[in-house]
């Protein structure tokens, strides 16, 4: 399945921002999606998963309650972030997990599809 991120741009500090996630050719509800970001200099951390379901949904210490995950009508899976500062600017990437557990995956490995990434920058 092919990944595309979309919804990243420049943002004052306690601005917001909405990334979103879709799949060319396919529909991403037989999926678990999730959100990884990498700052320049930096590993690739988790940022925020759905699973399969949409049922249940998990989030970065960092970013709980300023981030929302969610799946939407059209297929996509959002990532809304609130109260934006300068330490969120990354390369957010989404990816899509097949094995349809009832648990939102964390674990980068456990992805096997990616998107190409969309820059979100944080002005201060």
């Known amino acids: 399945v092919q990944l595309q991120a979309s919804g990243g741009g420049l943002v004052q500090a306690g601005g917001s921002l909405t990334l979103s996630c879709a799949a060319s050719g396919r529909t991403l509800d037989t999926y678990g999606v999730g959100w990884f970001r990498q700052a320049p200099g930096k590993e690739r951390e988790f940022v925020s998963a759905?699973?399969?379901?949409?049922?249940?949904t998990a989030y970065a210490d960092s970013v709980k309650g300023r981030f929302t995950i969610s799946r939407d009508a059209e297929n996509k899976v959002s990532l809304q972030m609130g109260s934006l500062n300068p330490e969120d600017t990354a390369i957010y990437y989404c990816?899509?997990?097949?094995?349809?557990?009832?648990?939102?995956?964390?674990?980068?490995?456990?992805?096997?599809?990616w998107g190409q990434g969309t820059q979100v920058t944080v002005s201060s």
């Open positions: 759905i699973s399969w379901r949409g049922s249940s």
């Open positions: 990816a899509a997990d097949r094995t349809r557990s009832s648990y939102p995956e964390t674990k980068r490995e456990r992805y096997e599809y």
